[in-house]
């Protein structure tokens, strides 16, 4: 009980340093960093050799920029390049076009736009690339920040071409039952679906006189209706075909029906006159972005004959040097994958730059916005490092694990209602959907193999409840919280972001743990 307490340290001095102190991002980060560091020379249970704080350091550093940082360079300068070419004008009038109601235009761009790139690339993508449209559009840059921080949410689950779920299911052998993980993943995550758009309707009715009129009149519930029904094919996808295209698929066909429903219901303002948008022009103001999605399904596992072809370019390195038995208290594999055309990042670039030259941009031009991006996003990026740094150390020294043992002590054959828990706190120390899985799917798959050994169906459902608790965790993690402060330019407001997303995320915590604990209850 008391690695227990000691290992919430750093992570509860990062939320107050963030949240109650205002600090910044940066102090908050490598102050419960070295927190961290210094616990692991104190307690003897997480004591790890020198070498082995500097690799865990050195790790965290490299994760830190691939592939996040060189996703959030390459997702924002697809966006930049679009505003010194004009082409983004072109899109904002598009969206205008399709309505003047900012509620609309939130749940098309963070709901269903912003899902369908969380399919596709993810790692922070779908909240740089709506926020920084809807700030063009309008949007309070704080409230746009936090519509799509609530909207990159249950999305995450199946994230990157389904990589949190699939990962797991082929590492823990659970793929030989059938889809039951991602058919438990999407069932789990069914409810909040149908509650997230209302919660981004009441946030972007701000946008309109204040608030003053209520925000669920005006035919706006049957695009919210219409948003729902996308995403409720979810589990039709998940259990027929897979984690790998639910996310993308299921975010498509919601947007596709939201626009439906807005032409329909929706009037727009008095007097208001749709602008003129050629054909070609919007070909040519959407491309980079059609691109994205050609260039990243194309080199996914989806394509598998290209995605094969281009797997020799993938590459790692064990930071330990082989000497991880010794060096980590975790024994984990230290090694980072450099998935050098694999990662969205190549496609995203790749995209961007023929697009660029399709649109008639000058490469000196482009040159000029790549560099003055990559610039102005290095002090967001240096924050992202200290927080993969950090959830490094508490990885390796084994402080994560005394973190997962003190919770499975606390609430024995409870397990269930908590297990949904495991997952928000490994993506707010991580970022990543993905990674949370890691650290904490072979606990889950441990207890639910405890509780009734040899089903694969418990452990399934332990999994997924890992994996739909992570996306919740997903909009208090640091690194996505200043991902989006640094798309909307309010770096040093993260502490104000974090207060309000942190108590959507506690509901949603809790939901997740009784639906476990009712699905727990009906297996075991």
Known sequence: MSLFLIGLVPIVLFLVLLAVLKKSAMFSAYASLVTAIVLTFLVP???MPIQGILASIIEGFAVAWMPIGFVVIAALFAYDLSVKTGKIETVKKMLGNITTDKRAQALVLAWGFGGFIEGIAGYGTAVAIPAAIMVSLGFNPLNAALICLIANSTPTAFGTVGLPVTTMVSKLGLDKAGNFTPLFTSLLLLILTCIIPFIIVKMANKEIENGKNPAFGKGIIFVILASILGYLIQPFIAFNMGAELTTILSSL?????????IKIFIKNDEGFVKADVTGKDAL???LPYILMIVLIVGTSPVVAHIHELLEPTTTKFNFALGNQAAWFRDGGDPSVTFKWLLAPAAPLFLATVLAGFVQRAKIKDMGSVLWHTTVHKIPSLTVIMGIVALSVVMKHSGMIQSIADGFVNLTGKGFPLISPFL?????FVTGSDLSSNLLFGDLQHSVA??????SDMLKSLFIASNTAGATGGKMISPQNIAIAASTVGLVGQEGDMLKFTI?????????????VFIGSGMIA
Do not use: D, F
């Open 253 to 261: 066909v919601a947007m596709i029906l939201m626009i439906i429903s």
């Open 284 to 286: 040519l103001a959407w």
């Open 423 to 427: 997952g928000t706190i490994g993506t």
């Open 503 to 515: 108590k959507y995320s506690v509901v949603y915590a809790i939901i997740l743990g009784v639906l």
């Open 449 to 454: 193999e405890g509780l009734k050994p040899g």
């Open 45 to 47: 249970a997480w004591r």
